[in-house]
């Protein structure tokens, strides 16, 4: 890691990672099942059909891409809690900042793709319902997957920037180390 600017192969990886994610998050907003009231005539009960339940694979597609992607950056960086201290100054502060952000986008984009997955997978499959005048087939809502996709987005920008900030706070500690002195104990200098 020269100069604090990490390693390229980890952003690409992380980036790629999350667009990804953003791409099943939007597929399965595209995909979600919905379902129709079909009434069945003999018997004069109602229940509902669903089309597909491919929007169900994709949000936990996308949950698992972030979820590797945030789990590659946080491995590389040893979560930031262990290893190398990180040298005091903006560059630290700025890193903390950026990781603090980048775990909550994180956590509610991940709750977002599966809560959407699980509440897509769920149908009410038949009801004995003889009159049924507001009866409806429940669906997910609009928007939950979008709503995940949008944090995939903004995680992948924390996550480039936290780990831009945070590379270099330990490289600013590193070549602090290194261009030390020698040591000089006992040894003043006389002219």
Known sequence: MGEGKGSTLVHLLAVAL??????FAIAAERRRSIGTVVKDEPSNSTYCVYNSDVATGYGVGGFLFLLSS???LMGVTKCM???RPLAPGGDRAWSIIYFVSSWLTFLIAEACLLAGATRNAYHTKYREMIYAQ?????TLRKGVFIAGAVFVVATMILNVYYYMYFTKATATQSAGKT??????VGMTGYA
């Open 18 to 23: 999350c667009l990804v994610a953003f791409g």
């Open 134 to 138: 507001n009866f409806s087939c429940e």
């Open 81 to 83: 809690c262990f290893g």
């Open 179 to 184: 261009n030390r002195p020698g040591s000089n």
């Open 70 to 72: 945030e789990s590659l």
